[in-house]
Nanobody, 124 residues
Framework: QVQLVESGGDSVQAGGSLRLSCEVSSGYTPGNTYWGWFRQTTGKEREGVAAMFIQDGATYYADSVKGRFTVSRHNANTLYLQMNGLKPEDTGMYYC?????????????????WGQGTQVTVSA
């Protein structure tokens, strides 16, 4: 069983920055899969924000965060999401997730293991 733990969420003003971290505390997933970040707000579906293909580092970004968010790996067990130029619409619970089998980077149903989430609140 893969266990994921997110951290780094906070309350910031619009224009500010945060760096989220996702630590893998146990388990294994194949290299030809994605490690992703999703966010969710009340009443809305979980949205794929960014992801990295573990094997070669290829990245995916949602259009809404391109140019502002950057996903990176610190080591085999840590994934970061650097968020700059934060907007109120970026507010939500942010989750990291990993796949057992390769699937689309932006689809929540393609991911099998999820962390508990870390809250990001951006005020105007």
């Amino acid at each position: 069983q893969v266990q994921l733990v997110e951290s780094g969420g906070d309350s910031v003003q619009a224009g500010g920055s945060l760096r989220l971290s996702c630590e893998v505390s146990s388990g294994y997933t194949p290299g030809n899969t994605y490690w992703g970040w999703f966010r969710q707000t009340t009443g809305k579906e979980r949205e794929g924000v960014a992801a990295m293909f573990i094997q070669d580092g290829a990245t995916y970004y949602a259009d809404s965060v391109k140019g502002r968010f950057t996903v990176s790996r610190h080591n085999a067990n840590t994934l970061y999401l650097q968020m700059n130029g934060l907007k109120p619409e970026d507010t939500g619970m942010y989750y990291c997730a990993r796949q057992r089998l390769s699937g689309p980077p932006h689809e929540a149903v393609a991911y099998d293991y999820w962390g508990q989430g870390t809250q990001v609140t951006v005020s105007a």
